[in-house]
Every structure is written in C-alpha cells, then in structure tokens.
C-alpha cells in the first residue's frame, strides 16, 4: 500500500485525484490546497509520495516553493503538468528534480500511469512524459551539442553507477551490485559528481537524464 499525500489549489482537483486512485493498491492519508501547508504537518503525514497539481497559472512559483523547501531526502514528487508536453523551462524543470519531483505526467493521465508512476518513484526511479522528455535535452544546434560533451567522459563503470544513482541506491548497495567495496563507490560517485560538476546525488542524475546518460 502507497501512501500519497495531495497538493491541489482546487478542492475539485483534490477530490477528483482521490477518486482516480480509490482502490488501487493507495492510501490517500490527506490533503492541502499548498506547499506550505504541507511541510507544516509534514512530520505527521508519513507519506510515500507527494502527488501535487502543477496544471495552474501559478505553476512555476509551486516548483519555487519545492525548491526552497528541498524535500529531495525527505519524500519524492510527482508533478502533474498542464497539457501533453511540460510547460516549463527546463531549468526550472531542473531545480524541480533537484528540489525532490521524481515525476511529470500530464494533469489527464490514466489511473494507470498515476499507479505506475507512484510504484516507480517509491521505488527510487524517475519518470517523465515522452512529450516533456524535449525540456531536458539539449537543443540539436552545434553549441548545443557542445554541452554535452564533457572535459573528461564518464567511464563505463561511471555510466553503470550513475544509472544505480537514479534508481536510488545508496553507495553500500551499488558496492553489493557490482561486488566491489564501499569506498570504491564512494569514489565513483565523487568523480561523476566532479565530472559532471554536480554539487549532488540528485543534481547528478538530473544532468545525467539531461545529457542522455541516463535511461529513464
């Protein structure tokens, strides 16, 4: 059983979402029309998820409030965007998945993307919509291309670890994987950090996802 906790500027939309997910395997143990309504109570929700409504005219200053909060360790996110394609920059899409959001759906997705999207997140996964994919990648453009491009490629062994980093292993459990010791991991974990010039495990993956290095 999931727990998910809904953030919805519409009473509509938060009881309409509570419909969507009756009797699918999720407990919906509450609700808030904001952000800071959530974190104020979030020591008693005990959530798995934070499943929020970012379809609104206030969209991007909803990604803010996350980003200011960080709940990166604390619960992941899954954000419902407006319409098909993902209405945001992709930097703003960026600080949203380093602030803790591990998922875009459209608002109108089926209960069985919300369903999968809930057990693939809780599962340390990330996901996003095929149409949103466009707001991470970098443009086909000659300079584009250049950023993708670092000073000092990943390895294989990197690739391998970045992509155990955004299935949400910790260093003990990719060291178990690839049988090979805690501080080895550590130490790959450092130099694709360094290589990608990330300041975090979250920050990492997001740039990872970005410059195609990661399978979602």
């Known amino acids: ?8 500027a519409s009473p509509l939309a938060r009881s309409g979402l509570q419909r969507l997910l009756a009797d699918r395997d999720v407990e919906i143990i509450g609700s808030a029309a904001d952000i800071d309504s959530f974190i104020s109570g979030i020591a008693e929700a005990e959530a798995d998820a934070l499943l929020v ?18 709940l990166s360790a604390e619960i992941p996110i899954i954000l ?12 703003t899409l960026r600080a949203g998945f380093r602030a803790g959001v591990r998922a875009v759906l459209p608002v109108d997705a089926s209960p069985q993307q919300l369903l999968a999207a809930l057990q693939a997140v809780t599962s340390g996964l990330f996901v996003l919509h095929p149409n949103g994919v466009e707001a991470l990648a970098p443009t086909a453009s000659p300079a584009s291309r250049q ?4 000073a000092e490629p990943l390895t294989r062994r990197e690739r391998e ?3 155990m980093l955004a299935a949400g292993l910790a260093n003990k459990e990719i060291a178990t994987r690839l049988s090979i010791s805690d501080h080895t991991a550590k130490f790959h974990v450092a130099s694709i950090l360094g290589k990608l010039g990330a300041a975090t495990r979250a920050e990492a993956v997001t740039l990872g996802i970005r410059r195609g290095l990661v399978l979602l």
């Open 80 to 91: 419902l965007a407006a319409g098909p394609a993902v209405p945001w920059p992709g930097e």
């Open 1 to 8: 059983m999931i727990r998910v906790f809904i953030v919805a």
């Open 53 to 70: 409504d970012a379809s609104g005219e206030h969209s991007e200053s909803l990604i803010d409030s996350l980003t200011r909060f960080d």
């Open 147 to 150: 950023l993708t491009e670092l």
């Open 161 to 163: 670890v970045l992509q």
